[in-house]
T-cell receptor
Framework: DAGVIQSPRHEVTEMGQEVTLRCKPI?????LFWYRQTMMRGLELLIY????????DSGMPEDRFSAKMPNASFSTLKIQPSEPRDSAVYFC??????????FGDGTRLSIL | SQQGEEDPQALSIQEGENATMNCSYK?????LQWYRQNSGRGLVHLIL?????REKHSGRLRVTLDTSKKSSSLLITASRAADTASYFC???????????FGKGTSLLVTP
């Protein structure tokens, strides 16, 4: 079975540009999570969805960040405008009934 | 916000030895989970232990949970070079499903 698929794997862009990260969860999973990982802060939850509905977005750093889940098989995390401090590895994870989470391999984002 | 804190931050052992990692947390939990992360990859779920369980085994992994001390330990027996990775404990809040991760223990197993 295919796991959680994230794209792109790497993204390098200039400050001020819009960045869109994509995630395809495992089929049948009803929870989807977006995390950010940095050396300084570790793994931080940004937002999570249940049945395509955002449940908790308290971890979204600021209004420059937005996330959508238009259907059960696709989610996006958008940063507009991007800043150097947004550089991190962004992970998407999905789970069934909110228990063990399955992670994608992440998007390594570098903002110059 | 971080709930779990792993100890030690780094651990270096030789193949065949056992590795023990500890996790402490702050608030009451329904379950505690352990994950592994290989360099450049996503996290992989290893084991989940519920608050009413004291010990759980999965292959070479043994997890214990002491809710009175708010702590858990992960034991990897007969370690292999392939066990080299970072290990994280994670706890969900009682009323939700999002996980709070610690900063992890970096394990190096040398041949």
């Amino acid at each position: 079975d295919a796991g959680v698929i994230q794209s792109p794997r790497h993204e390098v862009t200039e400050m001020g540009q819009e960045v869109t990260l994509r995630c395809k969860p495992i089929s049948g999973h009803d929870y989807l999570f977006w995390y950010r990982q940095t050396m300084m802060r570790g793994l931080e939850l940004l937002i999570y969805f249940n049945n395509n509905v955002p449940i908790d977005d308290s971890g979204m750093p600021e209004d420059r960040f937005s996330a959508k889940m238009p259907n059960a098989s696709f989610s996006t995390l958008k940063i507009q405008p991007s800043e150097p401090r947004d550089s991190a590895v962004y992970f998407c994870a999905s789970s069934f009934a909110g228990e063990s989470q399955h992670f994608g391999d992440g998007t390594r984002l570098s903002i110059l | 916000s971080q709930q779990g804190e792993e100890d030690p931050q780094a651990l270096s052992i030789q193949e065949g030895e056992n590795a023990t990692m500890n996790c402490s947390y702050k608030t009451s939990i329904n379950n505690l989970q352990w994950y592994r992360q290989n360099s450049g990859r996503g996290l992989v779920h290893l084991i989940l232990i519920r608050s009413n369980e004291r010990e759980k085994h999965s292959g070479r992994l043994r997890v214990t949970l002491d809710t009175s001390k708010k702590s858990s330990s992960l034991l990897i027996t007969a370690s292999r070079a392939a066990d080299t990775a970072s290990y994280f404990c994670a706890t969900p809040p009682n009323s939700g499903y999002a996980l709070n991760f610690g900063k992890g223990t970096s394990l190096l197993v040398t041949p």
